[in-house]
């Protein structure tokens, strides 16, 4: 089963109606991004790695125990108003059981400068990828940021 949904998931067509959910600017999702993506499939090893990510892999340290242990590091996270995989915020109903309670949530975006003062969280009109769906606006936020929190030379 596991091979033929590779199969299925990894044509162009369906990598670029993928892509169109997670760009705000549909001029992006180009030829050439799709082919970026589709190319790496044709390796041998790509249906083994694509199905573990999917199911066993590890998914790393929760974005809490992260951001604690890069205290004092100057971070800045450019975030996607509108990005349909990781939303900011999650936008469930506090006495829904399965949000696990005020400040744990399934997308807590909102919540990293609270957990790690030294990180600055920007929020953009673009959705998954805003370095790649508006790279002129994060390219700018990114400079502000750099010059205001480099040391002096």
Partial sequence: VGPSFFERFRTPENIKQVLEQVYENPER???ELVSSIFLPSNDPNAC???LYILGKADPGPNPRTLLADLEG???IAIWGKR???TPLSDTADEDDP???GPGITKYP???FPSWC??????VVKAKHCPFDDDPETVNSITTKWLLTTAPPR
């Fill in 83 to 85: 990005d349909p995989w």
């Fill in 29 to 31: 999702v180009d030829d």
């Fill in 98 to 100: 399965s949000n696990p």
């Fill in 117 to 122: 003062s030294s990180l600055t969280l920007e």
């Fill in 73 to 75: 590091l100057p971070m």
């Fill in 48 to 50: 083994a790695i694509f």
């Fill in 109 to 111: 975006g909102k919540m």
